[in-house]
């Protein structure tokens, strides 16, 4: 299997603009998490579905994040507009259970000037 | 809430030194304990599990024993190569309802020839 597949690896983009992160979970993973990782705040939780459907998204930032799964290969974390605080590493991870291992693709660093 | 505390690092050690990784956590209920590591410029891999107390996870020759006495989860290995070198994260997944894994912030280690 190719793994958790992220894109772009790495984006930079000017404040107010709209950022569109991708991942592709490991075929047939019924969850699929984004998280955010800073030097500040280490990594945390954004937001979770199973089987496509957002089940916790208490950790989004707020109002300008969203984040959508549209079918069972394919997630996007959406950021509009952004901010130079939305600097950091965003993560996608996948899991074949509510407890199994989660999977982590390589994240996209993302740059808002 | 969840909490994970890990040393501080960086780790810096020679070749072929003894490792050791402090963990210590707070959970409710019977929480599984993960060690993850983190390669430069790639996403988080699971390096070793344990599910309940005296568990020992083990791989590529780190260790780490489920300590519930001590709520820790300590990661070892006798002799650290170079290709050791990475960041290192403990993270707990309560399994109290909660479906997330509570990272602690990484442990730097780098080790030299």
């Known amino acids: 299997d190719a793994g958790v597949i992220q894109s772009p690896r790495h984006e930079v983009t000017e404040m107010g603009q709209e950022v569109t992160l991708r991942c592709k979970p490991i075929s047939g993973h019924d969850y699929l998490f984004w998280y955010r990782q800073t030097m500040m705040r280490g990594l945390e939780l954004l937001i979770y579905?199973?089987?496509?459907?957002?089940?916790?998204d208490s950790g989004m930032p707020e109002d300008r994040f969203s984040a959508k799964m549209p079918n069972a290969s394919f997630s996007t974390l959406k950021i509009q507009p952004s901010e130079p605080r939305d600097s950091a590493v965003y993560f996608c991870?996948?899991?074949?259970?509510?407890?199994?291992?989660?999977?982590f693709g390589p994240g996209t660093r993302l740059l808002v000037l | 809430g969840d909490s994970v505390t890990q040393m501080e690092g960086p780790v810096t050690l020679s070749e072929e030194a003894f490792l050791t990784i402090n963990c210590t956590y707070t959970?409710?209920?019977?929480?599984?304990l993960f060690w993850y590591v983190q390669y430069p410029g790639e996403g988080l891999q699971l390096l070793l599990k344990a599910t309940k107390a005296d568990d020992k996870g083990s791989n590529k020759g780190f260790e780490a024993t489920y300590r519930k006495e001590t709520t820790s989860f300590h990661l070892e290995k006798g002799s650290v190569q170079v290709s050791d070198s990475a960041v290192y994260f403990c993270a707990l997944h309560s399994g109290a309802g909660s479906y997330q894994l509570t990272f602690g912030k990484g442990t730097k280690l780098s080790v030299i020839p």
């Open positions: 991870a996948s899991s074949a259970g509510l407890k199994e291992t989660q999977y």
């Open positions: 579905f199973n089987n496509n459907v957002p089940i916790d």
């Open positions: 959970a409710t209920g019977y929480p599984s």
